[in-house]
């Protein structure tokens, strides 16, 4: 189940970063550019217009859940989850026990 875990939830933070990269690289090549090329007004109505409607779930969803869905992927992949010790279930229960054994081997 943990390696499953894992698998899925680095897949799809790979996936929707590379969403949120396309759309930011889309932007910046091709709606920068014209609204640059466009008089003053009518690129501030323009770009209103894109602030307005960007802002929907599935945009938030994919720039929110990107680094939680890394978190959990890190949490889960990392060599202590994979070991024989008893707290390997959840991605919650790995990243603080990986963490209070950290502190206690300082």
Do not use: E, H
Request: glycine share 8%.
């Amino acid at each position: 189940m943990k390696f499953s875990l894992a698998g899925v939830s680095a897949t799809l933070s790979l996936i929707m970063a590379a969403g949120m990269a396309g759309t930011f690289f889309g932007f910046s090549t091709g709606v920068m550019p014209g609204l640059n090329a466009a008089r003053p007004a009518s690129a501030i109505d323009a770009m209103q217009g894109i602030n307005q409607r960007i802002q929907n779930p599935l945009f938030v969803a994919m720039f929110l859940l990107v680094p939680v869905l890394a978190a959990a992927a890190g949490c889960c992949c990392s060599p202590w989850t994979r070991s024989r010790r008893p707290c390997s279930s959840s991605p919650r229960l790995a990243c603080t026990s990986w963490a209070r054994s950290s502190r206690a081997s300082r």
